[in-house]
């Protein structure tokens, strides 16, 4: 698939394929398009040429169709999202009762669920702006994990938290990635991509420059573009 | 101050009938605010265009002008009737003309309030599959509103103070009655003045306090 921003060529001849229950993590220099790639799953970004297929099926194109496919794919944000006006517990639960009809008692029981496997639970009741970075993020995680979606989507989930707080979100995220939730994550994090990933796309201007296994990708790259980024990553 | 005294119940009365144009006017024109920006943010290029022509149209026409349509136009040349009885007649075409003019106002208000809503709310709200209709109505403008009550709060307090363009088309509200007063006590002429600022303020003042108390009370904290 192709997008352009204006004149600049943002998603060049992109062709990936991500199997069920795959964690794919995607890494490259900023600009280089990953978030763009992951916003165009479940299409907050739309593009210019080529077909996104999703579960066999190509993407609606708006109105209710696409609004069901989102609600499928969870998503991740580098700056959490959460409804400002809302509490926690009504961040969770606002999904499952709007868009899948789910009986209010049902979906809080299943919302106190989900926020105590991210450790959360005594948070439900307050506003987003009273938690810390790290524990908004996990709040958002449980928002996805409510529509029990059949992929996630991470874009830089940890990019925009405190340094001792990027590991409780990680934490999360490789648990779910242990029971063999399909996701796509755009990272730096190195660890998280070792540990949990089943496969690194490498992207640089646009396109994918290097697919491969974690271990190989971060000990011996086939691209000297990725030796060149790792190289300015890894040695400080 | 006699003046002022000795008609106080048909004061009262007026400023009663100000209220009450005051009051329904407020509520039409919130909803019809709310209608008018859902359109302005609208995907749908036609329902944009309307939205933006009635703003421009009539929150750039004077107020005595569509009063006046309101009252001669819709009343007596396209014979809109609410009752036989003349001045609630009168006062419907007044509420009608009060409200479709600072609809425009709450409309703009409304949209200023959206731009202060961030991006990523509006994405959040799409990522877990909310239509734009949902998007709008349970994310988009609670936020929204909250960021702009203090101005919706100006826009009312001009609306209490605009109710008295409703004497062009006779209707027996606070201005009517003052310029009546003048004609039959000449001699009285600032006390009645004073009399009915200070009746004004009344309404107004607490108007001003109770949505900068509403604003801080309901500010999204982000």
Sequence with gaps: MQKHFGSLHVLRDINLNIDRGEVVVVIGPSGGGKSTLCRAINRLETIDEGRILFDGRPLPEEGRALARLRSDVGMVFQSFNLFAHKTIMENVTLGP????????????????????????????????????????????????LAMNPKMILFDEPTSALDPEMVQEVLDVMIELAQEGMTMMVVTHEMGFARRAANRVVFMADGQIVEENTPDEFFTNARTDRAKDFLSKILTH | MDAVIENLPAILDAFWLTIKLTA????????????????????????????????????????????????????????????????????WL?????????ASFVCEALRSGINTVPMGQAEAARAIGLTFM??????????????????????????????????????????LLMKNLFELEGDSVIPIFIGFAIGFLILTLPTGLFFGWLAKRLAVVR
Excluded: C, W
């Design chain 1, 97 to 144: 009762i709007k868009v899948r009809g789910v009986a209010r008692e049902d979906a809080e029981k299943r919302a106190l669920e989900l926020l105590d496997r991210v450790g959360i639970a005594s948070q439900a009741q307050k506003y987003p702006a009273q938690l810390s970075g790290g524990q908004q993020q996990r709040a958002a995680i449980a928002r996805a």
């Design chain 2, 24 to 91: 329904i006017s407020a509520v039409i024109s919130l909803i019809l605010g709310i209608v008018l920006v859902a359109m302005r943010v609208s995907p749908l290029p036609v329902l944009r265009a309307v939205g933006t022509a009635y703003v421009n149209g009539v929150r750039n026409s004077p107020l005595t002008l569509i009063m006046l349509f309101s009252g001669l136009g819709l009343g007596t040349v396209m014979s809109l009737k609410f009752s036989d009885d003349l001045s609630v007649q009168d006062f």
């Design chain 2, 94 to 102: 007044a509420i009608i003309a009060l409200s479709l003019y600072h």
């Design chain 2, 134 to 175: 949902q998007n709008l109505r349970l994310i988009i403008l609670p936020q929204a509103l909250r960021a702009v009550i203090a101005p919706l709060g100006s826009i009312l307090i001009a609306l209490t103070k605009n109710t008295t363009v409703a004497a062009a088309i006779g209707v027996g509200e606070t201005a």
